[in-house]
Every structure is written in C-alpha cells, then in structure tokens.
Nanobody
Framework: QVQLVESGGGLVQAGESLRLSCAAS????????MGWFRQGPGKQRELVAS???????IYGDAVKGRFTVSRDNAKDIVYLQMNSLKLEDTAVYYC???????????????WGQGTQVTVSS
C-alpha cells in the first residue's frame, strides 16, 4: 500500500518561504513521476511541479522561477521549496505519485492527505 505523508505547511507572510516535504512508504524510484498539486479556495486542483525518475521537471506557469521540486533518494522524500510566496499561493498542497496525463490534464494514482499553506499580507 502506498502512503504519501506531507509536512511543512503553515501560515506565512507574502514574500516569505516554506519547504514542503513528502515522505513515501518505500522507494520513490518505483514511481515514474512524483510531484505536487494544489487546490486553492474555489479553484480546481492544479499541477504545481513534477519530477520524473529521469530528472525531467515540469512547473506550473504560476510558480516558475519561485518554486523548486527536488528529491532525496536515500530518504524517499520529495520536497517543494517555495520562495517569494504570494497571496494567490494559498491552497492545500498535495503530494502525488505516478503522475500521468489524461489528454492535457495531469492526474495521479496516489495522493497524500494534503497540507495547508496560507499566505497573508
């Protein structure tokens, strides 16, 4: 059974930084693509960043240049470093594994429970 456990969310002011962590049960290398989605208030869930086994990275347009996805293979953890946070980054952030595309829409087979990130002015 796959378990993904997120941590690191919280309340920060605009312009500050946070780092989210996603600890997986077992090796993260068994997943082709891992990454992060988010769902803001009244919004649809969107892809924030994905990282493939071959180190191919995709970022959502809204976070390019500010967020960085990475992994620690020895610890089976995927990170999301979020810098220069904006009010519109407020959302529940979900770790995801086995990310794939259904047409143009990113989906995932496995999800964490989510961690809240709130950015205040």
């Amino acid at each position: 059974q796959v378990q993904l456990v997120e941590s690191g969310g919280g309340l920060v002011q605009a312009g500050e930084s946070l780092r989210l962590s996603c600890a997986a049960s077992g090796s993260i290398f068994r997943f082709g693509v891992m990454g992060w989605f988010r769902q803001g208030p009244g919004k649809q869930r969107e892809l924030v960043a994905s990282l493939s086994r071959s180190d191919s990275i995709i970022y959502g347009d809204a976070v390019k240049g500010r967020f960085t996805v990475s992994r620690d293979n020895a610890k089976d953890i995927v990170y999301l470093q979020m810098n220069s946070l904006k009010l519109e980054d407020t959302a529940v952030y979900y770790c995801a594994a086995d990310i794939y595309y259904s047409g143009i829409y990113p989906r995932a087979n496995y999800w964490g429970q989510g961690t809240q990130v709130t950015v205040s002015s």
